[in-house]
């Protein structure tokens, strides 16, 4: 796992094994049907959420809690993995990135999964803000003749 941290490396190390724990620890419940992992480790008073299948960002606790409760055991994959994971930290908030790959049936769903957390004054790591996005080639074709940005 890469890591980049201001913080000593030994330290630095042990955050990115704890953050890594906890995604591994909400996707293994995620993908045997049950969402309500993910929503322990969602920080109740400022959570934000972009997901692939909504066409706006989910503000706030309740609505990502209303969210799951539509796609309760809807979601299984026979195994799934994390691919090449990555931890950013900066004091008291941690950048974890990283590709999953997961086997829905006959499919195969890749994924970029972005999760940032805050540490609480009660010492523990919460999600602040999550971004998933479908692993695909852009379907935009740009004209070379005009201005993108």
Known sequence: ??????????????????LLGLVEGALTRWYKGDPYGYLELYDKDNYS????????????????????????????SSEYSIVDPRVQI???TAVFCC???????????KWNSTEVFQ???????????????????MDMVFDPEKQIV
Do not use: C
Not at 2 to 15: D, H, P, V
Not at 50 to 75: C, E, H, M, N
Not at 122 to 131: A, D, P, R
């Open 90 to 92: 900066f004091e008291n």
């Open 1 to 18: 796992m890469k890591i980049t941290s201001n913080l000593e490396a030994r330290r630095g190390q042990e955050i990115a094994d704890l």
């Open 119 to 137: 540490l609480t004054s009660e010492n523990n790591w919460k999600i602040v803000h999550s971004h998933w996005a479908f692993i695909r080639p």
């Open 49 to 76: 959420y972009f997901d692939p299948a909504k066409t706006s960002r989910i503000d706030g606790f309740d609505q990502i809690k209303d969210f799951y409760d539509t796609i309760k055991g809807l979601v299984h």
């Open 99 to 109: 590709n999953i790959i997961a086997h829905v049936g006959s499919d195969i769903n």
